[in-house]
């Protein structure tokens, strides 16, 4: 037995791709990752955004597709945990490297 998942409404399907660096020479000034930083970021909160609006939708009653909005909040629900989980990778490893100068 196959099953074909369509297109939900409000979700989309593609991965996101504005903060990817195109191939090219590397930079060591560290900017291609203030921009992968900045680029992670800005699609959790387009993820919340989305969720935070179908949720709207699911209590005021105009909401079609109750899929729709248990996708996008368990997406944003992902995206913020793994945001959280780098931050305090970084934090960590910032620590680390603090704790072998001194």
């Known amino acids: 037995m196959a099953f074909e998942i369509g297109p939900v409404a409000g979700v989309s399907p593609t991965l996101p791709t504005g903060?990817?660096?195109?191939?090219?020479?590397?930079?060591?000034?560290?900017?291609?990752?203030?921009t992968a930083l900045g680029g992670a970021v800005d699609q959790v909160q387009?993820?919340?955004?989305?969720?935070?609006?179908?949720?709207?939708?699911?209590?005021?009653?105009?909401?079609?597709d109750i899929?729709?909005?248990?996708?996008?909040?368990?997406?944003?629900?992902?995206a913020l945990e793994m945001a959280?989980?780098?931050?305090?990778?970084?934090?960590?490893?910032f620590n680390e490297i603090m704790r072998m100068q001194a």
């Not at 919340?48 to 949720?55: E, G, I, K, W, Y």
């Not at 899929?67 to 629900?77: N, Q, Y």
């Open 19 to 34: 903060y990817l660096k195109p191939a090219g020479a590397p930079t060591t000034d560290g900017s291609a990752f203030a």
């Open 46 to 64: 387009s993820l919340q955004a989305t969720s935070n609006d179908l949720s709207i939708k699911a209590v005021t009653g105009d909401l079609t």
């Open 67 to 78: 899929h729709a909005a248990t996708l996008a909040s368990t997406r944003s629900a992902v």
């Open 84 to 93: 959280s989980t780098f931050r305090n990778r970084g934090v960590e490893a």
